[in-house]
């Protein structure tokens, strides 16, 4: 079992940079790929980002390629989105999940997700 809680999201003007966090309780959270996702309101949600449990592939996309970046540090049980160059277009509910059929499979846990809302 493995519990998520997201943080760092909030208000930001479109240009500015932002960095969730996403920590996890549980000793595997090294076996783990993690992913961030994220919806916005009337939309379906939509896949950002993904990172292998060593943090040696990664997997973003088209759609945030260039400005996002997601890393993870095994030894805090933590994971990162960083945010660069926001657009009003990325506001959305951003969610962390944790899932072990690697960067493009299905995820098992879900955190609550953080709100982002960027304004022009």
């Known amino acids: 079992q493995v519990q998520l809680v997201e943080s760092g999201g909030g208000l930001v003007q479109a240009g500015g940079s932002l960095r969730l966090s996403c920590a996890a309780s549980?000793?595997?959270?090294?076996?783990?790929?993690m992913g961030w996702f994220r919806q916005a309101p009337g939309k379906e949600r939509e896949f950002v980002a993904a990172?292998?449990?060593?943090?040696?592939?990664?997997y973003t996309a088209d759609s945030v390629k260039g400005r996002f970046t997601i890393s993870r540090d095994n030894a805090k049980n933590t994971v990162y989105l960083q945010m660069n160059s926001l657009k009003p277009g990325d506001t959305a509910v951003y969610y962390c999940?944790?899932?072990?059929?690697?960067?493009?499979?299905?995820?098992?846990?879900w955190g609550q997700g953080t709100q982002v809302t960027v304004s022009s």
């Open positions: 990172i292998s449990w060593s943090g040696g592939s990664r």
């Open positions: 549980g000793r595997t959270f090294n076996s783990y790929t």
């Open positions: 999940a944790a899932g072990v059929a690697g960067i493009h499979g299905s995820y098992d846990y």
